[in-house]
């Protein structure tokens, strides 16, 4: 691998020769395949747009971050500027490089927001975001190109299989009553976490960088990692509880005046970060396996705000509606990802 690095070197410096003045944008751009999204982007679908659209998008994303972030621990992989002291580190990164995991969410989120809507526009501005955005990781030093590569190959069976099989899963799942509904969702949720946290304790807990790595390598890079697999997987947990509970509660529409729409984001966006910042100033500083946990509790409580507290919100307070029992989406029915 590292004759492929040593050449695809020579590329990444390329890239941050074209000038300084490019940070900014290069950083605003590679937002559009970030974790920031979960946040800011897929809750306003979700709110404000089409609940259907939005709980499908949410969970194909989330589910690629849990594997992304397996990938990363299995593959151990250096990022260029902490392989070559020639690259400039310009994003701090504490998980491992390959895959791309901004490649692998900007092609499965746009990717599949364009399968969606099915017009000729989406497929074109999904393209030209899914190409910005790796242009940017490797402007960034983030990414090999190799690594942006593995990520869209990731990215691309995860799109084909959820797009091929979703239906069927989701006729599946609702067959399900919530209480195995939820302990599954621990269960594919947590697991993860586990794997990643045994693995760390009993196979990499002395890695160390290799010699030949001659940049500045970050300490602590197996916790990161793991932390990182732990807020993906409670995000995971937390969506697909939450839109258990909501689905059995009669679920929610989207439908609505502009102004509720907008209302809606608004309260939702803020109950996030009311919710951060408690977490941040109430919870303990922990690393390890205490860490993890609690990164992954923390993380499924933000998804289960966003998933059910924040809908049922809404329509306590009159800003949104139940769908019409005759109109309610059924499994298979294409109407799932209007309502």
């Known amino acids: ?3 492929v690095w040593d050449t695809e070197i020579t590329l990444v410096a390329w890239i941050q020769g074209w ?6 944008p290069m950083e605003a751009v590679s937002l559009l395949g970030s974790q920031v999204l979960f946040v800011v982007f897929v809750p306003l679908v979700f709110w404000s747009v089409s609940a259907g659209l939005g709980a499908r998008t949410y969970l194909v994303a989330a589910a690629g971050g849990v594997v992304n972030g397996l990938l990363k621990f299995a593959l151990h992989g250096a990022r260029p500027s902490w392989y070559h002291h020639g690259v400039r580190s310009l994003s701090s990164s504490h998980t491992f490089g390959a895959p791309s995991g901004h490649a692998q969410n900007s092609l499965m989120l746009w990717g599949y927001l364009a399968l969606k809507l099915s017009r000729r526009w989406a497929w074109w501005a999904a393209a030209a975001i899914v190409l910005a955005v790796a242009v940017t990781r490797l402007y960034l030093g983030a990414h090999f190109l190799t690594d942006i590569l593995l990520g869209w190959l990731v990215g691309a069976a995860m799109l084909w299989a959820a797009v091929r099989c979703e239906d069927a899963l989701r006729a599946w799942w609702l067959r399900l009553g919530l209480a195995a509904q939820i302990a599954l969702a621990l269960a594919v949720s947590a ?21 030949d790595w001659t940049g500045a390598v970050p300490g602590g890079l197996g916790d990161g990692s793991v932390e990182h697999v732990a807020r993906v997987a409670g995000g995971l947990f937390g969506g697909l509880a939450g839109f258990s509970v ?16 907008v209302a809606r984001y608004v309260i939702g966006v803020s109950g996030i970060v ?3 910042v408690v977490m941040q100033v109430a919870l303990p500083e922990a690393g390890g396996a205490a860490g993890a946990a609690l990164d992954f509790a923390s993380f499924a409580v933000v998804a289960l705000w966003s998933a059910l507290g924040a809908p049922e919100l809404f329509v306590l307070t009159g800003l949104a509606r139940r769908p019409d029992p005759e109109r309610a989406p ?3 029915d294409p109407a799932a990802r209007r309502e």
């Open 1 to 3: 691998m590292d004759a």
């Open 19 to 24: 000038g300084a003045w490019l940070l900014a």
């Open 191 to 211: 697991g993860p976490l586990l794997l990643a946290q045994g693995w760390e304790t009993l196979v990499h807990a002395d890695w160390r960088a290799p010699e």
């Open 246 to 261: 909501l689905a059995a509660r009669g679920w929610y529409s989207a439908a609505g005046p502009v102004v509720s729409r």
């Open 274 to 276: 009311l919710l951060l």
């Open 330 to 332: 059924r499994a298979g």
